[in-house]
């Protein structure tokens, strides 16, 4: 029996109209669609995709928020067992995340691992959360001779970024939203900021002032900071 082909498939930021026609393709032609589960219920990637994933196998895989190094192996490692063993049956799975799947997702980490096992593999790219909440402030992230650095602002200290040339993405700042204003006040760059909020979905909250902001934010946030490191 001919192996199954496995597509890692970007179904962007929230908003089911930024879904590309290939992303679209691959789902209505899969016969499994693999869901990422973070274990709250909430399943955002599969309401994006929504009629297009319809009648299909479902393949529940785990995404759990956590930064245990043996969780998250467990966690990619089971995955990549259920994915394979799909692939073995000659099905085609589509697994579906958020965004795109070269940016921060979880979903790479099963890729690289049954790409290692020999199964064929790809990856099909979806509109970044921050290409769209540059769009939906209606400003440009980068321009001319401008540099762009994109930082998770929840995983780590920001304040080496905050001197640099360049125009800034924060990324899944999340319970660290607060800090970051403040890291940003302090830095003089608070001005210059702007917030979206889960863009594109239910909910979505956009502030092109990030100041603004009073009552902490959730976390699909992104921050934009045009200029950091100019006077």
């Known amino acids: 029996m001919e192996r199954g082909i496995l597509y890692g498939v970007g179904v962007g930021p929230g908003d089911p109209e930024l879904l590309t026609l290939k992303a679209a393709r691959l789902i209505q032609e899969a016969d499994v669609v693999a869901v990422p589960d973070k274990g709250s219920g909430e399943k955002t990637a599969l309401n994006i995709v929504g009629a297009l994933a319809e009648g299909k196998e479902l393949l529940s895989c785990a995404a759990p928020m956590t930064r245990d190094p043996a969780a998250l192996e467990a966690a990619y490692t089971a995955n ?95 319970r660290e939203i607060g800090a970051l204003q403040d890291k940003l006040e302090e830095a003089g760059l608070l001005d210059r900021a702007a917030l979206v ?22 976390y699909f946030s992104v921050v934009l900071v045009k200029g950091g490191g100019q006077p």
């Open 197 to 218: 909020e889960s863009c594109g979905m239910a909910g979505e909250r956009v502030y092109p002032r990030f100041r603004d902001l009073e009552d902490g934010a959730g």
């Open 80 to 174: 990549a067992d259920a994915v394979c063993a799909l692939l073995d049956q000659g099905k085609q799975v589509v697994f579906i995340t958020l965004g795109d799947p070269t940016v921060y997702s979880t979903y790479i980490y099963t890729h690289r691992k049954v790409r290692a096992r020999g199964y064929e593999a790809h990856l099909i790219p979806g509109v970044p959360s921050f290409c769209a909440a540059a769009a939906r402030l209606g400003e440009s992230l980068c321009e001319g001779s401008e540099r762009l650095m994109i930082v998770p602002a929840s995983h780590k200290e920001v304040d080496d970024c905050l001197g640099l040339d360049a125009n800034l993405v924060f990324m899944k700042a999340g």
